[in-house]
């Protein structure tokens, strides 16, 4: 059986460090065997990697590849807390926020992007509930922001 951190080597990914809060939250907190991360955003050693409304300046394909970015930061932070991606058991639930042109529809396009990476990552335990949300506008004028909540098992003990 692979691993997730077998699958993101395939993938040529690395887990970025997560990146520090810029105002009075944590990205991730553990409440018994579940992780709850903050919002993601779609940063790359630092940069955010777009600005802009969804269906104005910014295309479907731009915003799901930002998705997908901001999804891996998620997926950074919750790990960082799990004790590593291998101790992920199960993703339960991806919110996606998309700052839409008040006529785009596309949210659910948008957010197969981090979906659809979750599930390369995770194989059937990255299937998950989700929802896509339409906003006016996001943080930083960031085009997607990302949470996830999984399930992990027990922390384990320092040896």
Do not use: C, W
């Not at 690395?14 to 919002?39: C, E, F, K, M, Q």
């Not at 990697?49 to 919750?78: H, I, P």
């Amino acid at each position: 059986m692979t691993t997730a951190s077998e699958r993101l080597a395939k993938l040529g990914v690395t887990l970025p460090a997560v990146a520090a809060p810029v105002a009075a939250y944590i990205p991730a907190v553990r409440a018994g065997d579940y992780i709850y991360t903050s919002g993601q955003l779609p940063f790359v050693d630092g940069k955010l990697q777009g600005t802009g409304k969804v269906g104005d300046s910014v295309t479907v394909e731009e915003a799901a590849g930002y998705a997908r970015t901001a999804a891996l930061n998620a997926l950074a932070a919750a790990s960082a807390v799990a004790g590593g991606v291998d101790a992920i058991t199960r993703v339960i639930k991806v919110v996606v926020f998309v700052a839409s042109d008040p006529d785009f529809t596309g949210q659910a396009q948008v957010a197969n992007g981090a979906s659809e990476f979750l599930i390369e990552v995770l194989g059937d335990a990255g299937r998950h509930a989700r929802s896509a949300v339409g906003m006016a506008v996001l943080p930083l004028d960031t085009p997607v922001e990302v949470e996830i909540i999984v399930e992990a098992g027990p922390p384990v003990a320092a040896v």
